[in-house]
């Protein structure tokens, strides 16, 4: 038994050592920890247990068969997060540039049936130089096999991605169709077709971190939900999201110890509202001092920051909050922040998570481009997932809801089931300006008359009591009581059950 034990250390030994101690270094100077370093920082100390550490390759062609690795260029395993499970893959750039072999794809598969079974997250650390080239078809079988399981595990289990090297070609649509995609700084770029191909086909010469770095993802396709200093941080920064989420769709969400009181008041919200109409104010502040602890989770902060996306908790429970954020583009609905809240209401949906909309929305931003671009049916998304999602919904109308854009922002009229304003609210077709301009065009060139219309409008728009009156309004809450009113409501909705008809799947405006 002792020989035998020497062999599986040695065996274990030469798995762990990956591509090399040479391959390791060079992994270090480009600033990136390995496949196994990146797994230790993710889970709880301790907690690994690895799948398939001995597995290999089968390839024969290219000499293939004198080099057949240990564990095939990835990590795989589970563990915890905060004494919680979650399944792991980290792809080990080491071992012939963690490309993706037949073998590799089915370490990954197999996680993912496993995370599905027992209802728990998957984590993939990628960083790979796409389908291992040797293998040819097998290869992209196996990403094929990868992709069935994102495509039945959406909904299922959150799938969360991180971006720590390569991730190219056919590859990125693994964690294109996971829930949240972060990347690293400078070390990390996705993209279908890379700088080279770019070059030969349409002439435009483009860097790899132009194309698809970091900065690309978070800031212009809206592809990636956060960029990282370096691997240290964003491996922290997934533990600590993971904590927000329920392990499955089987699951509510989870409760955490609280040491703010549910019925603090915030005296400073009386005045955050400022007394012009058309000056900005900060909606951030708003959710920081509503949530548990001020702790926000912010999802996209760089993309579409005309609106904000993220979570907190109430109670020592997970609340998605959607909110307009009227320092940018005043707040206005476009395509980006479409997309982006539809896609957040969508997987706090589908996972249980209640939302607290926070409204200051002058409506939909005008122009061609925005039209050319397909805001008719991007909106469409946003209208669409709030209208479909069946978990407890909260809205505060802090200022302006005008027009679709206060249908769209979780209204009464798609079901919300608390929709608080504060005294400030104005809740009309559109702002007495334009409104003035339209019906009473003929009167423009007399200013007089032209102001005492506009005063009598605001009279009679620029509230929040005609929509209470009609009780798509349930109260007009004081600003500083928006945290206890909130967290009383969401309590009340625990028990919270809907009935849809019966359908194969809806038609989303796509
Ligand atoms: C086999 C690969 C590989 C691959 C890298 N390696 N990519 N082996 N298949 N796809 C190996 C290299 O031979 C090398 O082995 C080691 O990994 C490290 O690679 P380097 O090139 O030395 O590293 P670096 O200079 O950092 O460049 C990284 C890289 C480059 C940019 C990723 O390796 C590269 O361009 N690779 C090919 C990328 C690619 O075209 N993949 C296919 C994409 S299409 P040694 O032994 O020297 O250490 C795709 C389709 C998926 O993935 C389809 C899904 C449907």
Known sequence: MKDILNEVEGRREAARTGGGQARIDAQHEKGKLTARERVELLLDAGSFEEFDMFKAHRCTEFGMEKNRPAGDGVVTGWGTINGRLVYVFSQDFTVL???????????ICKI???????????????????????????????????????????????????????????????PAMTDFIFMVKDTSYMFVTGPDVVKTVTNEVVTAEELGGASAHTKKSGVADGAFENDVEALAEVRRLVDFLPLSNREVVPVRPFFDDPDRLEDSLETLIPDNPNQPYDMKELILKIAD?????????????????????????????????PMVLAGCLDIDSSRKGAKFVRFCDAFSIPILTLVDVPGFLPGSSQEYGGIIKHGAKLLFAYGEATVPKVTVITRKAYGGAYDVMASKHLRADFNYAWPSAEIAVMGAKGAVEILYRKELGDPDKIA?????????????????????????????????????????????QTQRPWRKHPTLPL
């Not at 540039?97 to 370490?107: C, F, I, M, R």
């Not at 992209?140 to 994102?150: E, K, M, P, Q, S």
């Open 293 to 325: 602890e001020g702790d926000f989770y912010e999802i996209q902060p760089d993309f579409a920051a005309n609106i904000l996306t993220g979570f907190i908790r109430l109670e020592g429970r997970t609340v998605g909050v959607v909110a307009n954020q």
């Open 112 to 174: 993912m049936d496993m995370a599905l079974q027992n209802g728990a997250p998957v984590i993939g650390l990628n960083d790979s130089g796409g389908a291992r080239i040797q293998e040819g078809v097998d290869s992209l079988a196996g990403y094929g096999d990868v992709f069935t399981r994102n495509i039945d595990a959406s909904g299922v289990i959150p799938q969360i991605s991180v971006i720590m090297g390569p991730c190219a070609g056919g590859a990125v649509y693994s």
């Open 97 to 107: 540039g963690g490309s993706v072999s037949e073998t590799h794809a089915q370490k």
């Open 452 to 496: 005492a219309r506009t005063a009598d409008y605001e009279d009679r728009f620029a509230n929040p009591f005609v929509a209470a009156e009609r009780g798509f309004i349930d109260e007009v809450i004081e600003p500083r009581a928006t945290r206890k009113r909130v967290a009383r409501a969401f309590a009340s909705l625990r028990t919270k």
